[in-house]
């Protein structure tokens, strides 16, 4: 028996002083993590510049007088700064009440996408009933229909109901979402049932349990998908463009598609409107990127 303990006692030296007298593999591992990390770095960094470029691109066209920006060969720095191009979108259209319009829209969308899609899905999650998986693979299968097909029906519906040039009309469309559905039932599926028997033994009920315990939990999810929703609802031009006539009614996609329209083909104002239309999601994302990338990453874990 000694002798047993002492072969189990001596294991752990062992294995410290092989390691101790292995130092080149370990600093071998080391320096291939490192190396790793640098190319991973380097990835991003090459992928960031994709992204940034276009963009940088726009703001420097959108400051460059019009008679530069199609000049050959194509110049990063114009001959003179500019905001010319800004004054005239913003003179020539209503771009308050287009900004209005579209922030009223994006988050009645995004709100009432988030409650119907979680009620849903807590009832696909946690009850039981005759054709459920049928009707979930149904609604599963939305994300496969293209939003272009259902124009023509989605709009002689408005039509019928009067809801043409009406705030109404552009939000109800685009309330329904699959995806939303889908990513709030993964998570629900993986919190324990414990929570819900217990609050039903303490006699809530089930809109309670949901309000009060699934929502606080699914907060990533919330997040993940008000994210999504918002951003999409936001950038919306087809729809919006075909339920409102009215210039007061437009989104700001719409709107500045107008004044556009109106101009002709002016590279530096296009590029301007673009800017302006881009401006509120960049100022969302550097206000709430932390909830972002949790939101995201926890609706990833979970699912």
């Known amino acids: 028996m000694a002798s047993q303990v002492g072969q189990v006692g001596a294991a752990p030296g062992v294995g410290l002083d092989t390691v101790r007298a292995n130092p080149a593999g370990t600093r071998t591992k080391e320096r291939g993590g490192k190396l790793g990390d640098r190319i991973a770095f380097g990835v991003l960094i090459f992928f960031a510049a994709l992204w940034f470029v276009p963009i940088a691109w726009a703001i420097a066209t959108a400051l460059k007088p019009e008679s530069e920006t199609t000049d050959v060969p194509v110049q990063w720095i114009a001959s003179r700064v500019t905001l010319d191009s800004f004054q005239s979108v913003l003179s020539a259209g209503n771009l308050p009440r287009w900004y209005f319009n579209s922030a009223f829209t994006s988050l009645a969308i995004t709100v009432i996408t988030v409650l119907l899609s979680s009620l849903a899905a807590f009832g696909f999650s946690r009850t039981r009933f005759r054709g459920k998986n049928v009707i979930f693979w149904i609604i599963l299968a939305g994300i496969m229909v293209p939003g272009q097909i259902l124009i023509v029906p989605l709009f002689t519906e408005m039509q019928a109901f009067r809801m043409v040039d009406t705030y109404w009309g552009i939000i109800l469309p685009q309330v329904a979402s699959p995806v939303a559905v889908f990513i709030f039932k993964q998570f629900f599926d993986g919190i324990p049932r414990d929570l819900e028997e217990a609050a039903t033994l303490d006699g809530a009920s089930r809109l309670r349990v949901y309000w009060e315990i699934w929502m606080p939990l699914a907060r990533s999810a919330i997040a993940a998908v008000s994210i999504f929703t918002f951003v999409a609802a936001w950038n919306n031009f087809l729809w919006p463009f075909i339920v409102i006539t009215n210039p007061d009614m437009m989104t700001l996609p719409v709107g500045l598609s107008q004044v556009q329209t109106a101009y002709g083909i ?17 100022v969302v994302f550097l206000f709430f990127q932390r909830q972002i990338v949790q939101g995201i990453a926890g609706t990833g874990i979970k699912g």
């Open 266 to 282: 002016r590279y530096a104002q296009i590029m301007a409107s673009a800017v302006l239309g881009g401006l509120p999601l960049l």
